[in-house]
């Protein structure tokens, strides 16, 4: 069984900067496509990213493109989700996901996995 832990999240103004880290366990990470959704209070949980087994193909949301880069260290096990410019409605409970189908064919993207959260909030 895969498990995710995620990392980096906290409080930052808005403008300001923060970057997620999740942390796979397993010998399989490489093969495996891996997203990032979110969840804001009283609202369902939407995708924001995700990234092919390889990095090679990247889809986000359109609420970040340009602002947020996903990215992946097969070496590492680990996936990342740079945030820059910031907005207070970005606050939210981020989850890092994966698939074992390693290939992304566009923002319908759906994990068979997941972790358990980090919160962001983003002040104005």
């Known amino acids: 069984q895969v498990q995710l832990v995620e990392s980096g999240g906290g409080l930052v103004q808005a403008g300001g900067s923060l970057r997620l880290t999740c942390a796979a366990s397993?010998?399989?990470?490489?093969?495996?496509?891996m997203g990032w959704f979110r969840q804001a209070p009283g609202k369902e949980r939407a995708f924001v990213s995700a990234?092919?087994?390889?990095?090679?193909?990247?889809y986000y949301a359109d609420s970040v493109k340009g602002r947020f880069t996903i990215s992946r260290d097969n070496a590492k096990n680990t996936v990342y989700l740079q945030m820059n410019s910031l907005k207070p409605e970005d606050t939210a409970v981020y989850y890092c996901?994966?698939?074992?189908?390693?290939?992304?064919?566009?923002?319908?993207?759906?994990?068979?996995?997941w972790g358990q959260g980090t919160q962001v909030t983003v002040s104005s």
């Open positions: 996901a994966g698939n074992r189908w390693g290939e992304v064919l566009g923002a319908d993207w759906r994990p068979d996995f």
């Open positions: 397993g010998r399989a990470f490489s093969s495996y496509s």
């Open positions: 990234i092919n087994w390889s990095g090679s193909n990247t």
